[in-house]
């Protein structure tokens, strides 16, 4: 899939079934988009540099290098919660198990 976006600088980004999900710095927002759709922003102002993210139904969870922490985000009442202070993470992975 090839896309142009007009948003932005582009950072981080995910896929959770058909869609995708995108940092963008510029404007420390999340933007949601598929191979049929445009980006439509579902987080706004969140904190700086985003280094991960992980997508769970109306969930994101992601690390966050100027935040210096894991966050817990709900899309549907934009709720931002900091659950764990981390020191300049990286990398944010999900790891899944089924019986």
Excluded: Q
Excluded at 9 to 26: H, P, R
């Amino acid at each position: 899939m090839f896309k142009t976006f007009d948003i932005g600088w582009l950072g981080e980004v995910t896929k959770l079934e058909d869609f995708y999900y995108i940092y963008v710095s510029s404007d420390a927002s999340i933007y949601k988009f598929s191979d049929s759709t445009d980006p439509v922003c579902i987080g706004k102002k969140l904190p700086y540099h985003i280094t991960g993210l992980v997508v769970e139904g109306d969930i994101l969870y992601f690390v966050s290098n100027y935040g210096e922490g894991f966050y817990k985000y709900n899309i549907a009442n934009n709720l931002l919660i900091k659950l764990f202070e981390l020191n300049s993470p990286d990398r944010l992975y999900m790891v899944t198990y089924h019986k």
